[in-house]
């Protein structure tokens, strides 16, 4: 652990070192008391997306609250999971090399972990490597609905593909996932409606298909934060893969998604060179500018105009409250996801103090 500062339980936010991450435990709660109590009105099962947070406490709180696994991007973030105690992890993407299919399997005798895959080649490596072992493997068919990343792209090749693994030993085909992360932000929301159901109409088409061929298709996997809403109306699909609705960020927040924003980054004024000017100590390397600047939680008088690895600069407007080196100022990242991977661990707030520290397990498990 390289960022080992001491931060005694129940000091004060602004007594913490930085650049720190933050996450105010109420609005947490919230939010993923507020995602459960919505599946369970639709009827819906909820899969969070292990992703965003990586952060196996985190999940465990989301599964206590009614979520029946959780989903992963990569196959070294399942095993961390699994290590955790869950017990079903899907893995929304294509694994492909030998050694990655053998952690898959391997970690099949420890928790349910499924996998999606959009080639009969991968299924026929992954049959093979199950076989090996006498374990039974279960996949879902990835199609994709207009994201053009991963998955199949026509009927006709989902149905070859699920023809293809019904014929290969010890795999299962247990449905379809489809992503339609290509309309999570889009405005106005009746835009956002339109096209999410054309990606809805091309997943529930493609599980049409496979039922009318005497397929069973029991898990039917989709949606962001930006529209589970919208997706769970369809009739047919069955799990929700949300990830960012639990921490949150400025992002969805500009769209209009109403989760609260329970993330945030603790940074110190470094310098103020200049009359207008001010340097806090949060770069590149402590949030992300992936979806634009920062922005921070109470306004300063001041906006965030660029960012270099260790720094990020302030201009102050003229009627800005002056600030002082030393000041401590907190940041909403515009893109959770990217900004809690360069974190060890999240410091948990409640009543502007610290209670707890969770670790980020999983930060830098990208294989
Ligand atoms: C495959 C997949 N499913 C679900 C999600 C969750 O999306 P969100 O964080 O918008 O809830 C993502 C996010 O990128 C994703 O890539």
């Given at each position: ?12 936010v602004?007594?913490?070192e ?11 709660d ?10 369970k009105?639709?009827?819906?099962n ?6 965003t ?22 196959v ?16 929304a993407?294509?694994l ?8 898959l ?30 374990l ?10 207009g ?35 290509h309309?999570?932000f889009?405005?106005p ?9 054309r990606a ?26 930006g529209?589970?809403?919208i ?14 609705y639990?921490t ?13 924003l ?12 200049e ?5 806090i ?6 949030i992300?500018?992936?979806f ?12 965030l ?7 990020g600069?302030?201009?102050l407007?003229?009627d ?6 030393g ?41």
């Open positions: 652990m390289i960022n080992n500062y001491s931060a005694k339980t129940g000091s004060p602004t007594d913490l930085t650049p720190a991450l933050l996450i105010n435990a109420d609005l947490l919230a939010n993923i008391e507020k995602m459960a109590t919505f599946s009105s639709k009827d819906i909820l899969r969070p997306h292990f992703k947070h990586k952060c196996p406490t985190l999940s465990h709180k989301q599964i206590v609250k009614g979520a029946i696994g959780i989903t992963c991007a990569k070294s973030e399942a095993e961390i999971a699994v290590n955790s105690g869950i017990k079903e992890v899907l893995i993407n294509q492909v090399t030998t050694e990655k299919i053998e952690k399997v391997s970690l099949n005798r420890h928790s349910k972990v499924l996998v999606a895959v959009d080639s009969i080649k991968n299924a026929q490596d992954i049959s093979k490597a199950a076989a090996k072992r006498g039974a493997i279960t996949v879902i068919i990835e199609r994709d609905v994201l053009k990343r991963c998955g199949t792209r026509s009927l006709d090749e989902s149905l070859k593909l699920a023809q293809a693994i019904e014929k290969l030993p010890n795999l299962q085909m247990a449905g379809l996932m489809g992503y339609e992360g309309t999570v889009l405005t929301v009746d835009n956002k409606k339109d096209q999410c159901r809805m109409e091309t997943l529930l088409e493609t599980k049409e298909v496979l039922s009318k061929n005497g397929f069973t298709v029991d898990i039917v996997s989709a949606g962001g934060t529209t589970h809403e997706t769970s109306e369809y009739n047919g699909i069955t799990e929700l893969q949300v990830g960012s639990a949150m960020d400025w992002k969805y927040k500009e769209t209009g998604i109403d989760f609260a329970a993330l945030s980054v603790l940074s110190t004024v470094i310098s103020t060179p009359k207008n000017l001010a340097i100590d949060v770069g590149l390397k402590a992300t500018a992936e634009g600047m920062p922005v921070f939680k109470t306004p300063t008088g001041a906006s105009v660029s960012l270099s690895e260790e720094h600069t302030l201009q407007n003229s800005a409250s002056k600030l002082s080196v000041d401590k100022l907190e940041l909403y990242p515009t893109h959770g996801c990217t900004t809690i991977n360069l974190y060890d661990t999240f410091y948990v707030i409640r009543n502007n103090c610290l209670e707890t520290t969770w670790p980020i397990v999983a930060r830098g498990a990208v294989r």
